[in-house]
């Protein structure tokens, strides 16, 4: 489903707090804050990461002088059950809040659901948020970090960060105008340690209803970012996007720029927190001091359970896609 906002919905603020291993990667000075401690000072792994959100939506609110009184709903989730980490969080705060769980493609689900209300005259404002946690998502969805399994290649480390991001009806830098609500699309890929090749055919679906219902090209943005694909999903892409007469030349995928070569990542990063801190510590500033002016965020998702996995079910994917542009951009 295509989406084009009556009007362009602004981004107004946004924030990142992120992890050791995330903190020494190349993007460390760009995050608002890095942890060495990923327990973040708490007892359990889902306390860690129901702390990492709080942090970070601290300094969204400090960053734009608001109290969490002045946010009018609030959309969000991660990957745990029953997304506990979000829901903790949020009862520290007064949001009216929508749980939202598309995996790693939540992210982008997050503000394709905040610009619509803000759009259509439901809030002011809208707060959108995701995150993950290492330790919490390899607990849930692989071994036990005490199991000591060996990683395969193919493999990507679930990105320990958070990233929020603040809607409203008017701003001055970055600008949601159009979104695509992506097609759950299963090709049969069964590994849960390849995830980038179990995403890549529903980011290529995605990316070519887009470009089909807005009658766009793939160079007519500065940039098409994907969430998580790594390393094996961005090839695996390029090769499905070629079959429909569509080369990418402009496509960064998140999770191959979170982590340095020798952090020993294997085929990158993934997880709900990937493409939102890398969104809200990188590719939004550029736009607001003008290095980009027009780029897609194409968040993927693997809609897997342990339960599915162990039963020998294949994968289903999703992605969602926002088109963000900056004021100069929309201006013309």
Same mark, same amino acid.
């Given at each position: #489903?295509?989406i ?23 993007l ?21 990461e &129901? ?8 300094? +969204? ?9 002045d ?5 969000g989730?991660d990957?745990?059950n029953?997304?506990? /980490? ?17 995996a ?20 002011d ?12 998502a ?13 990683? @395969?290649?193919?493999?990507?480390? @679930?990105? @320990?960060?958070?990233? $929020?991001? !603040? !809607?409203?009806?008017?701003?001055? /830098?970055?600008f949601?105008?159009? %979104?695509?609500?992506?097609?759950? =699309? ?8 390849? #995830? ?14 887009? !470009?089909?219902? /807005?009658?766009?090209? %793939?160079?007519?943005?500065?940039? *098409?970012?994907?969430?998580? +694909? ?16 569509? =080369? ?21 990063? /993934? ?5 939102a ?20 965020? =194409?968040?993927?998702?693997? +809609?897997?359970s342990? $339960? &599915? &996995?162990?039963?020998?079910?294949? *994968?289903?994917? *999703?992605?969602?896609?926002?088109n ?9």
């Amino acid at each position: #489903m295509y989406i084009k906002y009556k009007k362009p919905v602004a981004i107004t603020a946004w924030a990142s707090v992120a992890g050791k291993k995330e903190g020494e990667g190349p993007l460390a000075d760009k995050f608002d804050e890095r942890v060495a401690d990923d327990y973040f000072g708490q007892q359990t792994w889902e306390k860690a990461e &129901t702390e990492l959100q709080g942090r970070c939506i601290g300094h +969204l609110l400090h960053k734009k002088g608001i109290s969490a009184e002045d946010i009018n709903v609030a959309f969000g989730g991660d990957l745990t059950n029953q997304i506990t /980490s979000t829901s903790f969080t949020m009862r520290r705060f007064a949001f009216p809040f929508v749980g939202l769980y598309n995996a790693c493609s939540t992210m982008a689900e997050a503000l394709l659901v905040a610009g619509c209300a803000i759009d259509g005259g439901f809030a002011d404002n809208a707060l959108a948020l995701a995150s993950s946690h290492f330790c919490t998502a390899e607990r849930q969805f692989r071994t036990p970090l005490d199991y000591g399994g060996k990683r @395969t290649p193919t493999a990507q480390w @679930t990105v @320990t960060g958070c990233g $929020s991001m !603040l !809607l409203e009806r008017v701003g001055h /830098s970055a600008f949601i105008v159009a %979104a695509q609500v992506g097609r759950v =699309v299963d090709l049969g890929v069964t590994d849960a340690n390849n #995830m980038g090749a179990a995403m890549a055919p529903a980011a290529a679906n995605t990316i070519r209803n887009f !470009l089909l219902a /807005s009658g766009t090209k %793939a160079d007519d943005y500065d940039a *098409i970012y994907t969430g998580d +694909l790594g390393q094996v999903g961005s090839r695996l892409l390029w090769q499905l996007l070629e079959k429909e007469n569509i =080369v990418l030349t402009n496509h960064i995928d998140c999770g191959n720029v979170i982590f340095a070569e020798n952090q020993n990542v294997q085929s990158g990063a /993934s997880g709900c927190g990937c493409g939102a801190t890398v969104l809200a510590a990188d590719i939004l500033p550029k736009i607001q001091n003008g290095q980009l002016d027009n780029i897609l965020f =194409v968040a993927t998702g693997a +809609l897997l359970s342990p $339960s &599915t &996995t162990m039963q020998g079910e294949s *994968i289903p994917c *999703i992605a969602h896609l926002v088109n963000i542009k900056s004021k100069k951009e929309i201006q013309q």
